[in-house]
């Protein structure tokens, strides 16, 4: 049985196929054999200062007005992050308008265009505010607070 759900990825363009441990995906070019990412699973409430370290990640968010040398993956205005914060993984019903967009978009479709792994979803936080998602973190900020209007209140969001 195994043998044939990898023959049937091989007859598509691009997939994954998740057995045990185990991914292969295929890509454009090749064929990988992998170990299966560890998901996350986090559901805290984020102060600023604020660091989270798990399972190979760490998320940080520092007030920053000093970011010209920082290298933050985003910057949000203060004003964004006052009141309850959370840091949680992304859910299926989750919607958010992505930055340069003016619709909603499921969080999910825009995980599938952005052409991330199935098996990568699993480690996507968000930033959640009053159910309202204001960045898929390492991937894009929501139109409504990707710009910095006081660079002197800018609150840096550092991944690794």
């Known amino acids: ?3 044939d759900s990898v023959m049937q990825l091989l007859m598509k363009e691009r ?4 057995m045990g441990e185990k991914i292969f995906r ?3 070019d090749s064929l990988q054999l992998m170990p299966s990412p560890m998901p996350l699973k986090v559901n805290t409430i984020v102060n600023i200062p ?4 798990g399972n190979n990640i760490i998320v940080e968010l520092v007030h920053s007005p000093e970011v010209a040398y920082q290298h933050p993956w985003a910057l949000i205005d203060k004003k964004w992050l006052e009141g309850i914060i959370i840091l949680r993984n992304w859910r299926p019903a989750d919607r958010f308008v992505p930055s340069g967009m003016k619709g909603s978009k499921k969080v999910g479709d825009f995980l599938t265009h952005q052409k991330i ?3 990568d979803r699993e480690r996507i936080l968000v930033l959640e505010k009053d ?3 204001l960045a898929v973190l390492g991937h894009r900020l929501s139109d409504r607070v990707w710009k910095l209007e006081e660079p002197e209140n800018a609150i ?3 991944l690794s």
């Open 1 to 3: 049985g195994d043998i």
């Open 50 to 53: 604020f660091r989270y370290e």
């Open 131 to 133: 159910g309202e998602i």
């Open 117 to 119: 792994p199935i098996s």
């Open 26 to 28: 295929l890509t454009a």
């Open 156 to 158: 840096a969001i550092y």
């Open 15 to 18: 997939g994954e196929l998740k």
